[in-house]
């Protein structure tokens, strides 16, 4: 599918901005220059015929993107929880996106929910709600369990999601190709391969038993942390497009007024969401991917509430200390420290100058010290933040994507929650508290205790896998047929290819 015919669309999402008048406004909520306006309108309005009208008791930008279908409508939620990037006004508009979108026929679920589950819905809930929350992808119904009497959220896919969201993809690649031949430049960022992962992460939650393993696996890592809850899904009433799970009765996050009203403090919200989101994504390396305001409740005990597990992040061991480097050397202004871990990593080419590239982070980190969240331009930071990498060559991070975009609507939700927030001196702690624990001596004894595990896993193969490789290695000199040798010779091989491993992960680990 993804083809020429495809242009269509790109065309139409352009002229769906300009007939919905949402090109206007999110131009000047970007604050976008003459000429890319004038640009706009000059390509946009020629079309503006092929655009959706959308529903026009909608705001324009909420109603373009609601228009345009599922994957844009993704694209606004992550927005919502950025006033300071596209404005506060616009922010409010786009938080309909997040739970409040027309929801189809009680009917239609109840229908998948018989197709899924093999049985009549009466036998399988004995209680079943008109929907009573609507986002992009699924709406949920308050159930009753028939046969435990427990209450329950029931999650249904929207029919025929999968197409749209297919359809919506294939247009995303060709303007990623397109992209990237008529701007050489933007190669290193890897449109396409961001595609690809956003691909992926949402066909993966266009599955609700995936979710289900997921709700389960972040309730058990969850379990012990002080002011966090996440309902549990209930297997025997999942399938593919049907998820059943503990109901969790709360306050929306994004509802100051009634959070307060409840007796709970915005700004110990704000500080305890941010820190649960850094403990989760360094401490167990599987966090939520998805925590915009639509997606979390305040509890009455004031624990928070998170649901909607369709998107998760998982990021291995190495990545979470090179991530948690970063983040320290800012905290404590050791640009030169951050600078020399993304040149560890590979994440700057090693022919680009340290002491250059250091003051250019400096030149990021500097104005945030000193400085509450409401002085600082989250918007102008990630534009210096991109000409940097442009000017050192550094390629995008697919495996870091969801957990960067996570990270930045976590602070706007947080920032929502009380504007005063500092991100750095918030992060500190968990990031300390990590740091101990994954690169001082214990974890040094952590890691050459996996390495032998895993050498004692081959062991009784390691004989044969040394005399093939040394066979390999010598093969090109042999004349002449060699002797068998005695398994003795092959143990001392061992012996001292082991030890030199072993001084090897000492040296590395303390030099």
């Known amino acids: 599918m993804r083809g020429p015919h495809n242009i269509l669309r790109l065309i139409r999402t352009g002229a769906t901005f300009e007939r919905t008048g949402a090109m206007s406004v999110a131009l000047d909520a970007m604050g976008a220059p003459p000429r890319v306006r004038v640009a706009?309108?000059?390509?946009?309005w020629p079309f503006r015929w092929l655009g959706y009208k959308g529903d026009p008791a909608l705001p324009p930008v909420t109603r373009a993107l609601t228009a345009l279908g599922p994957a844009y409508v993704k694209f606004g939620q992550i927005l919502s929880t950025r006033p300071d990037v596209v404005g506060t006004e616009v922010a409010m508009h786009l938080r309909v996106l997040q739970d409040r979108m027309p929801p189809f026929p009680t009917a239609a679920a109840v229908a998948t929910i018989e197709a899924e589950l093999g049985r009549p819905a009466p036998v399988l809930f004995s209680e079943f709600?008109?929907?009573?929350?609507?986002?992009?992808?699924?709406?949920?119904?308050?159930?009753?369990?028939?046969?435990t009497g427990a209450e329950v959220a029931v999650k249904v896919l929207r029919p025929n999601i999968l197409a749209a969201f297919r359809r919506d993809i294939d247009a995303f690649y060709l303007g990623a190709s397109l992209v990237e031949r008529l701007s050489p430049s933007t190669r290193r960022l890897r449109p396409r391969d961001v595609v690809a992962h956003f691909e992926s992460v949402v066909l993966g939650e266009l599955d609700l038993r995936l979710e289900a393993a997921s709700a389960s696996e972040f309730a058990e890592n969850t379990k012990d942390d002080p002011g966090f809850a996440v309902p549990r899904p209930h297997w025997p009433l999942s399938a593919r497009r049907v998820l059943t799970s503990d109901w969790a009765e709360g306050v929306p996050l994004g509802d100051l007024d009634a959070i307060r009203a409840a007796g709970h403090d915005p700004a110990v919200l704000a500080i305890r969401l941010m820190q649960l989101f850094l403990r989760h994504a360094l401490r167990d390396g599987f966090f939520h991917g998805d925590m915009h305001q639509g997606n979390l409740k305040v509890a009455a005990n004031g624990d928070i509430l998170a649901y909607d597990f369709g998107i998760m992040g998982e990021i291995d061991d190495y990545s979470r200390r090179v991530y948690a480097e970063i983040l320290m050397g800012f905290i404590r202004r050791d640009y030169r420290r951050v600078a020399e871990v993304h040149f560890e990593a590979g994440y700057v080419p090693r022919d680009r100058d340290k002491a250059e590239f250091a003051r250019a982070l400096r030149a990021v980190g500097e104005p945030i010290f000193g400085a509450d969240a409401s002085q600082i331009s989250m918007a102008n930071l990630l534009s210096y933040l991109f000409e940097v990498t442009e000017r050192f060559g550094m390629q995008t991070r697919t495996e870091l994507i969801l957990l960067q975009r996570t990270m930045v609507v976590v602070e706007g939700v947080a920032r929502s929650l009380d504007p005063q927030m500092n991100m750095w001196e918030t992060a500190?702690?968990?990031?300390?508290?990590?740091?101990?624990?994954?690169?001082?001596p214990r974890a040094v004894a952590t890691d050459l205790g996996r390495a032998l595990r895993t050498l004692g896993h081959y062991g009784p193969l390691l004989p044969e896998i040394i005399e093939q490789a040394l066979w390999r290695a010598t093969e090109p000199q042999v004349t002449a047929v060699i002797a068998p040798r005695p398994r003795r010779g092959l143990w001392l091989t061992l012996g001292a290819a082991g030890g030199a491993g072993l001084l090897g992960l000492l040296l590395a680990a303390f030099g």
Request: net charge positive.
């Open 129 to 147: 709600s008109p929907p009573v929350a609507a986002a992009s992808i699924a709406q949920v119904h308050r159930a009753r369990r028939a046969d």
């Open 428 to 440: 500190r702690p968990v990031v300390e508290d990590y740091i101990r624990a994954s690169i001082g």
């Open 40 to 44: 706009a309108r000059v390509l946009g």
